[in-house]
């Protein structure tokens, strides 16, 4: 009998332990080690800062969405041995065959020279719900929404974010008395995306009246003046301040010898092997370069994104079980990847395509429309319905499609 152990109760997390115990019948031990007891749907997030969402409606006890053979253990992983084939998880150590590590990515707002409560994020699932309330009071002024750093996750959720509280305003009857600004250090919207991407959603911030600012690398924010200080740029003065805040990988990654430079982890691009023979990485916790694509001097990196989570636990599932019954293990990650891309007033549009594309990604967006939206939702409710009756919902259909 093997142990497979998976570090990680999100996505990534999830759908392996899930796709594990669906094809190897109870014969092997799978263990998921997750330090929360409840799952959150982080993309349903914009939702709860507009107001759209309760929440209690994207939050689900995580063993509800769990196969029955599945050992969840509810316990903060704080140490990974390779050389000894074991981790440490609260006060327990425990012997793996397998190891698959899916811990995501953790937020440092702290990082930002001059954090301080005021500032506002739709990153948690605590401040999208803060960030509703205060929506709610504004009476009008400048809403200034800022990508501290990069990497972060879902490329296009800042975006989308802008383009909910335009309508959000815009419902409100108070739209003329806001100004919207998105600042990042990128060159366009969603760089990871590739040139046609980028444009398509310039075009639509713009359209909106949503004024798009490339190449702001923010230095500090003076809370106290409301200002916010860009590297050698002219400082800009906000009313609201809406963070994307800095993203660090789990302490239990930074400390161990798994972590590269960055704090992230190497993976092989196709298996999702480490350097450790047996020992997996798959998620917003890796660090995929993108062919081919530089931002100037260091490679662009595949988009933390649930999408990959999901596609690349399913690779390492099936490989997983193929190494288990000796055959060889050929399931390689593609970077096929999908976004609904909420645009506001019920609308959505659908991105797709090859992140792997050279020179770059080729990534297409259909015409904004309301079923794109609707596909949104239903996905949704498929994701955090209890596993018993997830399978009698739409999954072929909707599976990849985030
Ligand atoms: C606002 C927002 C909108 C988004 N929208 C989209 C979207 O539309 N499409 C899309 O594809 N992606 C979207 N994403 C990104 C998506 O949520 C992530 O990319 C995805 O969740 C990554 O999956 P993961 O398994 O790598 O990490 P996660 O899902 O973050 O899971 C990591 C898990 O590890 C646990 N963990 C961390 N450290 C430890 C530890 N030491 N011990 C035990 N447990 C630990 C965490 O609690 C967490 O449950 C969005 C994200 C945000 C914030």
Not at 183 to 189: A, H, I, L, M, Y
Request: contains cysteine; aromatic residues 10%.
């Amino acid at each position: 009998m093997k142990t497979i152990i998976i570090l990680g109760g999100g996505v990534g997390g999830i759908i392996t332990a899930n796709e594990l115990s669906n094809r190897l019948n109870g014969e092997h031990k799978i263990i998921l080690i997750e330090k929360y007891k409840e799952h959150t749907f982080a993309p349903s997030y914009l939702w709860l800062m507009n107001g759209d969402r309760r929440k209690k409606q994207i939050n689900v006890p995580l063993k509800s969405l769990m196969k029955k053979n599945i050992e969840v253990v509810n316990a903060l992983a704080n140490e990974i041995v390779p050389a000894e084939q074991k981790v440490k998880a609260g006060e327990k150590e425990y012997h793996y065959d397998f190891l698959v590590i899916a811990l995501g990515a953790d937020l440092a707002p702290e990082k930002i020279q001059g954090w301080d409560e005021s500032i506002h994020t739709f990153y948690t699932c605590e401040g999208a719900v803060k960030l509703n309330e205060t929506l709610k009071d504004f009476a009008g002024g400048k809403v200034a929404i800022v990508i501290a750093s990069m990497p972060y996750k879902c490329p296009g959720a800042p975006h989308e974010g802008a383009m909910l509280i335009e309508d959000f305003f815009a419902s409100k009857g108070i739209r003329k008395k806001v100004g919207i600004d998105l600042f990042t250090p990128e060159p366009q919207p969603l760089p990871v995306a590739g040139p046609e991407l980028g444009s398509a959603v310039k075009a639509i911030l713009d359209k909106k009246g949503i004024r798009f600012h490339p190449l702001m690398q923010l230095s500090s924010v003076d809370t106290k003046s409301k200002q916010l200080l860009f590297n050698g740029k002219v400082p800009f003065e906000y009313d609201l301040l809406i963070v994307i805040p800095p993203h660090q990988s789990p302490a239990v990654i930074r400390n161990s010898d798994l972590a590269n430079a960055n704090g992230w982890i190497d993976v092989n691009t196709a298996s999702l092997q480490t350097k450790y023979e047996n020992v997996f990485a798959i998620g917003d916790i890796t660090s995929i370069p993108l062919p081919g694509r530089w931002v100037p001097d260091k490679p662009m990196m595949l988009p933390k994104a649930g999408v990959f989570a999901h596609i690349q636990a399913d690779v390492v599932a099936k490989n997983i079980v193929k190494k288990i019954s000796g055959e060889n293990a050929r399931e390689k990650f593609c970077a096929d990847g999908y976004c609904m891309l909420e645009a506001g007033e019920d609308l959505a549009g659908f991105a797709y395509g090859d992140f792997f594309g050279v020179p770059h990604p080729q990534i297409h967006l259909k015409k904004i429309g309301k079923k794109w939206h609707i596909g949104k939702v239903l996905f949704e409710k498929w994701w955090l319905s209890p596993i018993g009756i997830k399978k009698l919902f739409y999954k072929n259909l909707l599976q990849f499609q985030y």
